[in-house]
């Protein structure tokens, strides 16, 4: 951080960027000097606990018209979210409820609403370890982004997969997260669940975050199904395994017991110092045993 003459930390150089192409233009001419700020909630939790130094310029893109709001295709269900959406926003959003509720569950999940109002979902998703996420992943998410020169689109899970290990990403602006409502088969239930486990009830660290999606045909098998988890540092992913293994598979007793085995086998989270590995395994089989048994009743 820079400091003055008499030793006081100096607050950055704040830029107010009016497009992303302003936006996009100043990183590219500030670079490692330049982070985007947008709610800024994450970025002053790692500054003032000296996981970040604070930079010398922040790029403000709190004001840029192209990033706010969600636009629908009712045609397609697909769902394009401006990255300054704030969770607020989402939460409270009649059409997120309605297409995407896992979402506004999740975003009900999220801290309190004074950082709400603030937080936003590019922020979030960014965080790699946002709780939105694994809410996210059930909706084959694609993150768009602007790299200086042009646009490009990333499914989110690739992008989850590699960010830590390639952090390029950094430099590019995040533009919006575009989701899309899985279709209903005919003659089919869908039941979704959204479930953040912490150390207490409210306003807490995830240690396990789980999101499904599933839905039920009138013989009571299992169709696409879609199961999601994160908490704590664990990037989020989809179990993949297990989905493919419970793909038309009976509801029942049986199928059950065993796919709380295999999540138990498949999950790896990462554990800490207060709630381990094996805690955060069971959790999580938990969770989703639990649902599946309200959907086959
Ligand atoms: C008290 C408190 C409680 C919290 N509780 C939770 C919780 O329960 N669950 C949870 O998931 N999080 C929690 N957080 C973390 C944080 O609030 C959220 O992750 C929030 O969504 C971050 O969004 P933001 O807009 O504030 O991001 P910022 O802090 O502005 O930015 C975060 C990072 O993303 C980058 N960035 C942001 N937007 C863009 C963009 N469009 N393009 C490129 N880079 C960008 C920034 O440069 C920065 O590196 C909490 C934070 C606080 C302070």
Same mark, same amino acid.
């Given at each position: 951080?820079?400091?003055?003459?008499?030793?006081?930390? &100096?607050? #950055?150089?704040?830029?107010?960027?009016? !497009?992303? @192409?302003?936006?996009?233009?100043? $990183?590219?001419? %500030?670079?490692?000097?330049?982070?985007?700020?947008?709610?800024?909630?994450?970025?002053?939790?790692?500054?003032?606990?000296?996981?970040?130094?604070?930079?010398?310029?922040?790029?403000?893109?709190?004001?840029?018209?192209?990033?706010?709001?969600?636009?629908?295709?009712?045609?397609?269900?697909?769902?394009?979210?401006?990255?300054?959406?704030?969770?607020?926003?989402?939460?409270?959003?009649?059409?997120?409820?309605?297409?995407?509720?896992?979402?506004?569950?999740?975003?009900?999940?999220?801290?309190?609403?004074?950082?709400?109002?603030?937080?936003?979902?590019?922020?979030?998703?960014?965080?790699?370890?946002?709780?939105?996420?694994?809410?996210?992943?059930?909706?084959?998410?694609?993150?768009?982004?602007?790299?200086?020169?042009?646009?490009? &689109?990333? #499914?989110?899970?690739?992008?989850?997969? !590699?960010? @830590?290990?390639?952090?390029?990403? $950094?430099?590019? %602006?995040?533009?919006?997260?575009?989701?899309?409502?899985?279709?209903?088969?005919?003659?089919?239930?869908?039941?979704?669940?959204?479930?953040?486990?912490?150390?207490?009830?409210?306003?807490?660290?995830?240690?396990?975050?789980?999101?499904?999606?599933?839905?039920?045909?009138?013989?009571?098998?299992?169709?696409?199904?879609?199961?999601?988890?994160?908490?704590?540092?664990?990037?989020?992913?989809?179990?993949?395994?297990?989905?493919?293994?419970?793909?038309?598979?009976?509801?029942?007793?049986?199928?059950?017991?065993?796919?709380?085995?295999?999540?138990?086998?498949?999950?790896?989270?990462?554990?800490?110092?207060?709630?381990?590995?094996?805690?955060?395994?069971?959790?999580?089989?938990?969770?989703?045993?639990?649902?599946?048994?309200?959907?086959?009743?």
């Amino acid at each position: 951080m820079a400091a003055n003459a008499q030793g006081v930390a &100096e607050a #950055p150089f704040v830029w107010h960027p009016a !497009t992303t @192409a302003e936006a996009v233009q100043l $990183k590219a001419s %500030l670079g490692a000097e330049g982070v985007f700020a947008a709610g800024g909630t994450l970025l002053r939790t790692q500054w003032e606990s000296g996981l970040a130094a604070m930079p010398n310029h922040l790029i403000n893109i709190g004001a840029i018209v192209e990033l706010q709001g969600l636009q629908l295709d009712v045609g397609s269900g697909r769902g394009s979210f401006g990255a300054m959406m704030t969770l607020s926003d989402i939460r409270t959003s009649p059409i997120v409820n309605t297409r995407f509720p896992l979402l506004t569950e999740a975003a009900r999940s999220i801290a309190a609403p004074s950082i709400r109002n603030l937080a936003t979902i590019g922020g979030n998703v960014l965080s790699m370890v946002g709780d939105s996420l694994p809410a996210l992943l059930i909706y084959d998410p694609v993150l768009h982004w602007h790299d200086g020169s042009s646009g490009l &689109e990333e #499914p989110l899970s690739e992008w989850l997969s !590699t960010a @830590a290990a390639h952090p390029a990403w $950094k430099e590019r %602006l995040l533009l919006s997260v575009s989701l899309t409502e899985p279709a209903l088969d005919s003659n089919t239930k869908r039941f979704v669940a959204y479930h953040k486990v912490g150390r207490r009830d409210a306003f807490t660290p995830s240690v396990v975050t789980a999101a499904f999606s599933i839905q039920l045909d009138p013989d009571n098998r299992l169709r696409d199904v879609r199961l999601a988890f994160g908490g704590g540092q664990t990037i989020p992913h989809r179990l993949e395994t297990v989905e493919q293994f419970l793909i038309g598979k009976p509801a029942d007793k049986k199928i059950i017991t065993e796919v709380y085995s295999m999540i138990v086998e498949h999950y790896e989270p990462k554990g800490d110092a207060f709630v381990p590995v094996s805690y955060r395994k069971k959790a999580a089989a938990n969770l989703i045993a639990s649902e599946l048994w309200k959907a086959a009743r």
